[in-house]
């Protein structure tokens, strides 16, 4: 229990420093600066972790005024002041006489704190603050429950999730922050808690432990949570520039067991006019499992890989191959790579070994070899795993599907030193940045990773999907909420599995269901059919048909709108799926409407979550237009809507505009730049937006 830990008391004034000053506690030296306007850093110990880069802004160290009294320190910096207490160790983070934060104000019948403010125990941390009643906090990375994380405990440990279910997931980051102004996001590698309002420990408190050797704690203040995300990616990188083509769609199957399989889809998505750029072949489907992962083709296959590709790429399509970063023992390379010490290793010094679960995939999937682990944090290591992509690319590959990346294990040791538990969260990172780099040492265009696994800093290698969703209405909810919260983590690409990944029962999803999968994906950054089961359109019936077909024109129409989107996100930091929470943080009753979105600044979604097309959607102070009739709607507004299988609520916002592009197969028939051919007026154009003389406008009034 988080009352268990002795609480630091003694604050003494050793040093100044660039931007702050040194502290002296009963846990080591504490360091207080101002790391940029709006940001203030703690940092407690002697600070000897491996650097993985996760910080990428130097510190500005800008002019603080400290002053002292009573034991009591107050550190100034502009309008923002961080107050330091003793007795117990406290804080405050104010903004003039607004308090924005503080240390918890939890008390025992007894007298004093029933949970000390700040404490220690050996590598734990613990930190508690204050929460008043109702104020949320979000963030936390891709979680899959409430937006809202008020009364959860939320663990920032990548996992194999194996679904959408619960709270465990693939990508995780301990940056939380508040519609009240704050935010707070701990650096670190390590295992950390977040009880968030959780009541088992304390309703009124936000408690924090942190497994590492530093606590290092950075307090953030803004006005907006926009700002909040802006001042976030500041500290951590934005993402950069994505490929077009990447915003087109993407077609996959686990798995097509041949290229002939594989062709016969792709051949099948042009001969039926379905718009498509990318088609993927997944982790059984180019490998032979028994012995992957080498970068080899199953030679059985594919004899000829390079003139596949080619077949591949006369049907206009970009062609994406998977891959994982463990190398089975039965593979030639494993003795090779272990020689070199280039796998993670045991505390005997051995290869640490993988041990697949064999009931963890049930029949869904193929079972696993026992594999060695590769060990980015060697340079040598790195280099050869990154080089060793250059064949992929030789023969026409243009993009990689990274899955895995969780499975590092506590008894693991690396080459620097660090041992699983300190290497387990940061894996994924470093695992998709060396092939981000890869792709962009050997591919002509911006790179692109398509990954599963993450952390602090993975939106600088978009982009991520979100994992194995279960293919019903609660999977494909959970699978929004997901996307939601890793934008509102500071990572702005996101898509899920059109179809849903697996069923309960192993059929192909509902044709309901399908659709109005397919309807979100359209409706997202990205978009991507994948599933267990077959997820072609033609699959499904004529009437899915004709639905599917008009939606992928839709997304293709879109794409000028998307790319701009896209440019706002690598400057700003904001999601191209915006929660209600962050679009809207002054409306307390859009944020309860968790599964409705802002797609970019001028379209909000409202997907249809079951069956029989019921929705009810919540439309903010302004006016809305329906995207489909044109009607005019004065907000705020509850609406209840029976939505045909061919829509989905969709609502234009008031002095905003969507630029159209033409309908296309795929985006090689674009011309440089992204041509307009249409453009959507929701009211009154914005002042100051001019519009070529040659485009259709349509507006809405």
Same mark, same amino acid.
């Given at each position: ?51 993985y ?11 603080v ?13 502009? %309008? ?25 104000? %939890? ?51 990548n ?40 009541p ?22 803004a ?37 002939d399989?594989l ?10 006019h ?7 072949? %997944? ?15 199953? %030679? ?54 993988l ?7 049930g ?63 940061? $894996? ?7 092939? $981000? ?31 194995d ?5 609660e ?13 509102m ?56 048909e ?14 000028p ?5 896209a ?13 209600m ?42 006016v ?12 705020p507004a ?61 507006q809405?009034?």
């Amino acid at each position: 229990m988080p009352t268990s830990l002795k609480a630091l008391n003694t604050l003494t004034l050793t040093a100044s420093l660039p931007g702050g000053v040194r502290f002296e506690t009963e846990a080591g030296p504490l360091e207080v600066t101002c790391y940029a306007p709006g940001i203030f850093r703690l940092r407690f110990g002697v600070d000897a972790r491996p650097d993985y880069d996760l910080l990428v802004a130097p510190p500005e160290a800008p002019e603080v005024i400290v002053t002292s009294d009573a034991g009591s320190y107050r550190l100034a910096c502009g %309008d923002l002041v961080l107050e330091l207490l003793p007795d117990p160790l406290r804080l405050r983070l104010l903004r003039g006489d607004k308090v924005l934060l503080g240390s918890t104000e %939890d008390g025992h019948i007894s007298g004093g704190w029933r949970l000390p403010p700040l404490a220690r125990a050996d590598d734990l941390w613990q930190i508690a603050l204050r929460l008043r009643s109702k104020e949320p906090a979000y963030g936390l990375g891709e979680k899959y429950g409430p937006l809202d994380r008020r009364g959860q405990l939320i663990e920032s440990w990548n996992e194999d999730a194996l679904g959408v279910n619960a709270e465990r997931s693939y990508k995780n980051c301990p940056f939380a922050w508040s519609t009240a102004g704050w935010g707070v996001f701990v650096h670190t590698t390590g295992r950390v808690q977040h009880g968030v309002g959780y009541p088992q420990w304390s309703h009124r408190s936000y408690v924090l432990r942190v497994e590492d050797a530093v606590l290092d704690l950075f307090l953030m203040a803004a006005e907006t949570p926009a700002a909040m995300l802006e001042r976030y990616t500041h500290l951590t990188g934005r993402a950069p520039r994505i490929p077009r083509w990447s915003l087109g769609v993407w077609l996959s199957r686990c798995y097509y067991k041949t290229g002939d399989e594989l062709l016969a889809a792709a051949r099948g998505m042009r001969e039926a006019h379905f718009p498509c750029d990318v088609i993927t072949l %997944d982790g059984r489907a180019w490998l032979k499992v028994q012995t992957r992962f080498g970068f080899e083709w199953d %030679d059985e296959r594919y004899p000829d890989p390079a003139a596949f590709v080619q077949q591949v790429k006369a049907l206009g399509y970009r062609l994406c191959v998977w891959e994982y970063p463990y190398i089975s023992i039965h593979n030639p390379l494993f003795d090779e790579l272990a020689e070199k010490g280039y796998l993670l290793r045991d505390a005997e010094g051995a290869p640490y070994l993988l041990q697949w679960d064999a009931g963890t995939f049930g029949t869904v999937l193929t079972p696993l070899p026992t594999s060695g682990i590769l060990d980015f944090t060697n340079p040598a290591a790195y280099a050869w795993y990154r080089d060793m992509h250059e064949r992929l690319f030789a023969v026409g590959v243009d993009v990689l599907k990274t899955d895995f990346g969780e499975q590092v294990g506590l008894e693991a040791v690396a080459f620097n030193g660090a041992t699983g538990d300190q290497l387990h969260n940061v $894996y994924p990172l470093l695992y998709n940045r060396c092939v $981000y780099e890869a792709t962009a040492r050997y591919h002509e265009g911006e790179p692109l990773v398509w990954g599963r696994s993450g952390w602090t800093g993975s939106q600088r290698y978009p982009m991520q999907w979100g994992g194995d969703s279960q293919g019903d209405w609660e999977g494909l909810a959970a699978s929004i909420r997901g996307g939601l919260s890793w934008g509102m983590s500071g990572v702005p690409f996101y898509t899920h599995d059109i179809g849903g990944f697996y069923d309960l029962h192993k059929c192909k999803p509902m044709p309901e269901h399908y659709i109005r999968s397919m309807q979100v994906g359209v409706l997202s950054s990205h978009t991507r059919f994948h599933g267990t089961t077959c997820r072609e359109p033609w699959e499904f019936g004529p009437e899915v048909e004709t639905i599917v077909r008009e939606w992928l024109e839709l997304r293709y129409r879109l794409i000028p709108y998307l790319e701009a989107c896209a440019e706002e996100a690598s400057r700003t930091g904001l999601p191209v799926m915006r929660a209600m929470p962050l679009a809207f943080p002054k409306d307390r009753v859009a944020w309860d409407f968790e599964e409705q979105y802002m797609l970019g600044p001028a379209l909000l979604v409202a997907p249809v979550l079951c069956e029989d097309g019921a929705v009810t959607l919540y439309l903010p102070a302004g006016v809305w237009y329906d995207f489909w009739t044109g009607e005019r709607i004065e907000g705020p507004a509850v609406l209840e809507r029976q939505m045909s299988l061919e829509q989905t609520p969709i609502y234009g916002r008031a002095g905003t505009y969507l630029p159209l592009g033409p309908v296309v197969q795929n985006t090689e028939e674009l011309p440089q730049p992204t041509p307009i051919e249409e453009v959507w007026v929701f009211g009154e154009l914005p002042a100051g937006t001019s519009l070529s003389d040659d485009v259709k406008i349509k507006q809405f009034v």
